[in-house]
């Protein structure tokens, strides 16, 4: 088997058998394939997409690359959920213990943010004391005590995803379907879940800018997830302006805490809400849908769902406090408030130019490598739909450094859009696939 010839060949858009992903994807890391033919490997492959067949094969490679989890010694059946990015995104830390309430068991594994998006762990880590790095042992130990672990992906799970995504973050081939969806079903499988909920967002905030897309993305990975024996159900949901209202990462953790409490923005718990509702379905609490969906809201509205994350921040050695005493996380010590310079009715919010404002008065990260600062962040004060006066407040950067707070505050003012008109109501929750 000539590399060459593979990468000639899927150019030409042809199938490769598995034993040819294999040879590859092993091959690359292992060394014995340089960067140069993987990238053009992952170029043709971001021009002639993959069949199912490949991309599972292409996600058993990934998956071998490294240690596989075995959770099976845990009772219960175990669900994660899985976002595929987004601004505002806190749903995972809504929808885990309220599904974990009900009795399902959630191995949570999360990343970090890159760029635009935020990530749940950098959210967690804004928690002072907690810790997002687990040993296997610890982990599993807190699963079974209390249904619910939050732990960083592991450096032993598919150690060839790691690779493959630093040499398509160089060459331009991130947004590719089969790349995606095999990159992120590979670290799922390997977690030892027996059913995923994934909320693939679509629009300005999201890697998926069409519908159609994401709902091409959606099939793939529960496909993937399917063929490896996985119950997995995937919603296609609304990024065309943030999630709730805040973004940046101590400040979603205080409406995690008021949306756990009932207190939260209408979107942000509609979804959240949904997504445990899954949660709980697929983890067979319950025999329907609609059962799992008056659960959710029952775990909500109890507080149950609420203690359940003060537990877990406790165990993982956070002030659970937090949730209670705002001033206990780390505070900004500035803000700006950005104006409305008309009368008129918000028609729309870019998601990603709010995430890009938020990363850079210092609550994201362009590299892997950059530090963030848990206080800042931004807070919305109206949603697509809201009237607005002349000079009203449209949102407010919240910092502790102003280095960057009038360059972020020029870029936000063109994330909102006015008209005269009241816009049309977007529906959140666009499709169910699985
Ligand atoms: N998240 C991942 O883990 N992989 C991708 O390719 C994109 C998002």
Redesign the pocket.
């Known amino acids: 088997m000539r590399t060459v010839d593979l990468i000639r060949r899927k150019r030409e858009g042809e199938e490769l058998a598995p034993e040819e992903i294999a040879f590859l994807v092993d091959g690359y890391n292992q060394g014995s394939i340089p960067d140069y033919q993987m990238s053009a490997f992952l170029m043709a492959t971001f021009f002639a997409s993959m069949s199912d067949r490949e991309v599972s094969a292409l996600t058993d490679c990934l998956i071998r690359s490294g240690e596989t989890l075995d959770l099976s010694d845990i009772p219960g059946v175990k669900v994660d959920k899985h976002s ?2 987004g601004v505002g995104d806190k749903t995972s830390l809504i929808a885990a213990p309220l599904a974990a309430a009900a009795g399902v068991v959630v191995p949570m594994m999360s ?1 970090r943010g890159l760029g635009h998006t935020g990530g749940t762990l950098d959210k967690l880590e804004s928690i002072p004391g907690f810790r997002t790095n687990l040993t296997i042992e610890e982990f599993k130990a807190q699963l079974a005590t209390h249904c619910l672990a939050f732990i960083g992906q592991s450096e032993q799970l598919c150690p060839a ?1 790691g690779r493959v ?1 630093a040499l ?1 973050d160089a060459s331009a081939t ?1 947004e590719s379907i089969p ?2 969806a095999s ?2 079903m590979s ?1 799922k499988c390997a977690e030892g879940i027996d059913a995923l909920v994934l909320d693939v967002k679509v629009g300005s905030g999201a ?1 998926m800018k069409k519908q159609v897309e994401a709902r091409r993305l959606a099939q793939m990975m529960v496909g993937i997830g399917r063929r490896a024996d996985k119950r997995v159900q995937a919603l296609i949901t609304d990024m065309n302006q943030p999630l709730g209202f805040a973004v940046g990462n101590a400040l979603e953790i205080m409406e995690v805490s008021q949306t756990l409490q009932n207190a939260g923005p209408v979107d942000l718990t509609r979804l959240s809400l949904e997504l445990a509702a899954r949660m709980i379905y697929l983890g067979k609490i319950t025999k329907t849908l609609d059962e799992a969906r008056e659960l959710a809201q029952a775990k909500l509205l109890d507080g149950s769902g609420y203690r359940k994350l003060k537990d877990v921040i406790q165990a993982q050695g956070g002030n659970p406090q937090v949730l209670d005493r705002f001033d206990l996380l780390p505070n900004a010590t500035g803000a700006h408030d950005v104006t409305s310079p008309r009368a008129g009715y918000i028609s729309a919010i870019n998601a990603e130019y709010i995430g890009t404002a938020s990363a850079m008065i210092g609550a994201g990260r362009a590299t892997k490598e950059d530090g963030i600062d848990p206080a800042v962040g931004v807070i919305l004060e109206v949603k697509v739909g809201t009237k607005v006066e002349a000079g009203g407040v449209l949102c407010r950067l919240y910092y502790t450094d102003d280095t960057y707070v009038a360059e972020a505050a020029d870029f936000i003012e063109d994330a909102f859009r006015i008209s005269a008109t009241p816009p049309e109501a977007r529906e959140l929750i666009l499709e169910v696939v699985g």
């Open positions: 595929t990015g990343g995803d995504y398509r991130v790349l995606i990159s992120i670290k890697f």
